[in-house]
């Protein structure tokens, strides 16, 4: 079956501290991944993607995520959070012809001065 | 870029009323959209793809007459939420393809629907 998992429902981090969030997937084929970041209301904004290529991924925002096809995982991780940071952050694995994502419980950030 | 606006961006009805989501590419075309659904603090949900010109496909579990959608331009995609309860409360988003690039999903705003 094709899942995503993020393991993590809530992190609390230090301004300034690093992060990493987790996402692990289950899927058939070749896998897109994306991750994106959700502000309370809003729509989703796209930090970044990985369809091939170099596993390590740049993307938005000072984030960057590496692919682990062994491991069949794609965290996220930026070096030093700012408060603005403090999001909801969804990861989602899709494929194919088309965009259709199968999405992550998500992770909540708080960020605390 | 690519922007999808969605509209309304918040709607209160009644139980009993019918309510009409759009999604629209405002500067690509779109041959396929995707209607989402989140509850609150959880993920999202696909409810169906909806292609220009067709019949939308439903993901198991939603029920196609109480979630009208309509295709009928490369620029819109239209959900209809019939006859609405207070469990149909969610927050609704959709996002587009590019015709002829699959590389990205382009989301909309989303849109808070209250049933009360």
Not at chain 1, 7 to 28: F, K, M, Q, W
Request: hydrophobic share 35%; proline share 3%; aromatic share 12%.
């Amino acid at each position: 079956a094709q899942s995503v998992t993020q393991p993590d429902i809530h992190i609390t981090v230090s301004e300034g501290a690093s992060l990493e969030l987790r996402c692990n997937y289950s899927y058939g084929a070749t896998p897109y991944l994306f991750w994106y970041v959700q502000s309370p209301g809003q729509g989703l904004q796209l930090l970044l993607k990985y369809f091939s290529g170099d596993t390590l991924v740049q993307g938005i925002k000072g984030f960057e995520a590496e692919f682990k096809r062994s491991q069949s995982s794609f965290n996220l991780r930026k070096p030093s959070v700012h408060w603005s940071d403090a999001a909801e952050y969804f990861c989602a694995v899709g494929g194919g012809a088309t965009n259709k994502l199968i999405f992550g419980t998500g992770t909540l950030l708080a960020v605390q001065p | 870029g690519a922007v999808v606006s969605q509209h309304p961006s918040r709607v209160i009805c009644k139980s009993g009323t019918s309510v009409k989501i759009e999604c629209r590419s405002l500067d690509f075309q779109a041959t396929t959209m995707f209607w989402y659904r989140q509850f609150p603090k959880q993920s999202l949900m696909l409810m169906a793809t909806s292609n220009e010109g067709s019949k939308a496909t439903y993901e198991q579990g939603v029920e196609k007459d109480k979630f009208l959608i309509n295709h009928a331009s490369l620029t819109l995609s239209t959900l209809t939420v019939t006859s609405a309860h207070p469990e149909d409360s969610s927050f609704y988003i959709c996002s587009a393809d590019k015709t002829g690039m699959n590389t990205e999903a382009f989301f909309g705003q989303g849109t808070r629907l209250t049933v009360v």
